[in-house]
């Protein structure tokens, strides 16, 4: 199937492109959005090394890279259609014949593509720096990550379609969500799992149903974290995650169509500044 | 007199910005969430880290929530004279302050003024908050001072802290006067950096030299070894009036430095026609 007879395919590719386009266009912006994840990392890292096991710094460090790509998510594309009508590109994706999957398929894409420059380098420099113990296999690790990010970005989806409805609170739910999301999904350390987890098995069971909690995990076995014991099966993992990532994306077309009918009936599709 | 108007005036535009989308509890919980997951996570990755090596200690549990705590309020109110240049050209409103007489400052103070004091109460919460929750899941005792006089000091601390935070959010400003790329994302990345060399989470002696000797002086760090002083047991108050000292010294010359860099933009971004620019 050729690229330009699919207009599909021609919309997730043209709304990839500018997505990569905005970053790669600008190098200095990786440089820029490695900071906060790299010096966040180092600091939990220093932590680990300062009080206890140094063997534990590479909890740390995977945090760093995952957690620019759960920013970008909420950042990117969680509110990027609310920005979007904002400034009145959401009408045009309307009016236009272009797929609204393939905008946020796209969008996800370019955003992973974009993430990925200033995640390598928090996980280059880690590695450099501190040069945590792992013992990876990285065909799990693969496709474990590529899971991951899967079921992150249809979250991001499903997110996008939610704060469409919402004017300027996606702002201030997405700096409400950011931090407690990190924490119970254990970006920085074991959330979940007999004998680590600082938390109460009812805490780790309501992590579970979020994308990022499951990632995190099946990541930290596939690379040979030392943990005591596997909260699920790394294989068992790997399917959830598939599953979620199918579920989700499904779910955000199902919600972007209801709120693109009910903006049409209300006729708040197109309002702006609320 | 007309300065103080200004100011009064801007923290109330300061404060309408932050909690008028939604009602005033809401928004208070959504704005006191972050900090509180943030202190949260960084005491779970010290549990989970010296459990481990069989090295908890509740003290060590003490100095972290404090410095992740102070660091989130630090971070949360530092940035928003940025904010309030970045976010007003796009809104019209920086420009029409500019051209009102002699206002950008008293703005931007004010501006701060109103996030610092939402913030204070953010953290005030948070600190109450995680302390409960952490004592209850970790099985530990917290050693925190909770007395009128303790707290008393950590609120002076986090007064005195306004001049370097300010210092540092202006010249964050005189940046982004000029800026239509990045200013967004400076803040994050100097909140990061505040992180590592502000001993938030763990002593800057652990830092290489000479690195460890420039963050060693910092207000931000005199600042949360000061409230350490003032809220864990075993501080004294000798110790707390040096740090709390150095921390006014270091905020006076950080303020005086910020004041500079501003005004030299501000009349620098006029001449080059830049006041209002928002796009590359």
Redesign the interface.
């Known amino acids: 199937m050729r690229l330009h007879s699919n207009p599909w395919l021609r919309t997730a590719y043209a709304r990839l492109w500018v997505r990569a386009k905005s970053i790669y266009g600008?190098p200095?912006?990786v440089a820029?959005?490695v900071?906060?994840?790299?010096?966040?990392s180092?600091?939990?890292t220093?932590?680990?090394?300062?009080?206890?096991?140094g063997s534990?710094a590479g909890?740390?460090i995977l945090g760093g890279v995952m957690i620019s790509f759960w920013g970008n998510v909420l950042w990117s594309m969680a509110s990027q259609f609310n920005w979007d009508k904002q400034v009145g590109l959401f009408e045009i994706y309307i009016t236009s014949p272009a797929p609204i999957t393939a905008i946020l398929v796209g969008m996800s894409l370019g955003g992973i593509l974009g993430t990925a420059p200033s995640a390598a380098m928090v996980a280059i420099l880690g590695w450099i720096i501190f040069a945590p113990p792992i013992h990876p296999f990285w065909p799990a690790v693969v496709l474990v990550f590529s899971l991951t990010l899967a079921s992150l970005y249809a979250m991001g989806m499903a997110l996008s379609s939610l704060y469409l409805a919402y004017?300027?609170?996606a702002d201030?739910?997405n700096?409400?969500l950011?931090?407690?999301v990190?924490?119970i999904s254990g970006?920085?350390?074991?959330?979940v799992g007999q004998g680590?987890s600082?938390?109460?098995f009812a805490v780790q069971a309501a992590a579970s149903i979020i994308p990022l909690t499951i990632g995190m995990d099946a990541l930290r076995q596939s690379l040979g974290f030392p943990i005591p014991i596997p909260f699920i099966p790394l294989y068992t993992e790997a399917l959830i995650l598939a599953l979620m990532a199918v579920i989700l994306l499904f779910s955000s077309s199902r919600a972007l169509r209801f709120l693109e009918n009910k903006g049409r009936r209300t006729g708040s599709i197109a309002v702006r500044q609320r | 007199m007309s300065i103080l108007r200004s100011i009064v005036a801007s923290v109330r535009v300061g404060w309408y910005r932050e909690f008028n989308w939604t009602n005033p509890f809401l928004g208070f919980s959504m704005r006191t969430v972050g900090p509180l997951a943030g202190v949260i996570a960084a005491s779970s990755v010290y549990y989970v880290g010296a459990s481990g090596a069989g090295k908890f200690n509740p003290s060590q549990l003490a100095f972290i929530l404090i410095g992740a705590a102070l660091y989130a309020h630090v971070a949360a109110y530092s940035w928003v004279p940025t904010l309030a240049i970045a976010e007003g050209k796009w809104t019209y409103v920086f420009p029409q302050v500019y051209i009102s007489p002699h206002s950008s400052l008293p703005y931007l103070t004010g501006r701060t003024l109103a996030s610092f004091a939402s913030s204070t109460l953010t953290v005030i919460v948070s600190l109450v908050l995680s302390f409960y929750v952490l004592s209850s899941i970790f099985h530990t005792s917290i050693p925190f001072v909770v007395t009128p006089l303790s707290v008393s000091l950590l609120f002076l601390a986090m007064l005195v802290n306004i001049f370097a935070a300010l210092g540092l959010g202006l010249l964050l400003s005189a940046y982004a006067l000029f800026a239509t790329k990045f200013e967004w994302a400076l803040p994050t990345y100097v909140a990061g950096l505040l992180m590592v060399f502000s001993e938030a989470l763990f002593p800057v002696s652990f830092l290489p030299h000479p690195v460890s000797d420039v963050a060693n002086v910092l207000p931000f760090t005199e600042f949360m070894r000061a409230s350490r002083q003032a809220m864990i047991q075993g501080g004294d108050v000798y110790s707390y009036f040096s740090y709390l000292g150095l921390a006014v010294l270091g905020g006076i010359i950080l303020l005086a430095l910020g004041f500079l860099a501003f005004r030299y933009a501000e009349n620098r971004a006029r001449r080059l026609g830049v006041i209002d620019k928002k796009t590359a």
């Open positions: 600008e200095l912006w820029v959005n900071g906060f994840p790299f010096f966040t180092f600091s939990f220093m932590v680990y090394r300062a009080y206890g096991l534990y909890f740390a004017g300027r609170e201030s739910v700096e409400a950011h931090e407690p990190s924490l970006v920085y350390f074991p959330s680590i600082p938390f109460p």
